[in-house]
Nanobody, 122 residues
Framework: HLQLVESGGGLVQPGDSLRLSCTAS????????AGWFRQAPGKEREDIVC????????YYHHSVKGRFTISRDSVRNTVYLQMNNQKPEDTAVYFC???????????????WGQGTQVTVSS
């Protein structure tokens, strides 16, 4: 049974940092493309970052490039999203995703976590 479980969401102030975690069970996440989507109220879900298998190339949405960083821990079977200098427009439900294709592609995302809320507000 393949499962992704996110953690680490919460309420932060503008300019603060937060780290999300996504731990996989039932499969080796390191062999999959993986990353994060987010969905703000009233908006479509958007792909914010995808990383190729292992510690391959990562592809960031322009709105988070330079502020967010994705990384993997193969021992913990986990991917992380380090979010720095957060802005109110980062407020959304963040979803972890993985794909059996080891290379990111448009429309990727076979397996999904349940989502975790991130709210950026003063």
């Amino acid at each position: 049974h393949l499962q992704l479980v996110e953690s680490g969401g919460g309420l932060v102030q503008p300019g603060d940092s937060l780290r999300l975690s996504c731990t996989a069970s039932g499969f080796n996440l390191d062999k999959y493309a993986a990353g994060w989507f987010r969905q703000a109220p009233g908006k479509e879900r958007e792909d914010i970052v995808c990383i190729n298998e292992g510690n391959g190339t990562a592809y960031y949405h322009h709105s988070v490039k330079g502020r967010f960083t994705i990384s993997r821990d193969s021992v913990r079977n986990t991917v992380y999203l380090q979010m720095n200098n957060q802005k109110p427009e980062d407020t959304a439900v963040y979803f972890c995703a993985a794909d059996a294709d080891p290379i990111c592609y448009t429309g990727w995302g076979q397996y999904w976590g349940q989502g975790t809320q991130v709210t950026v507000s003063s």
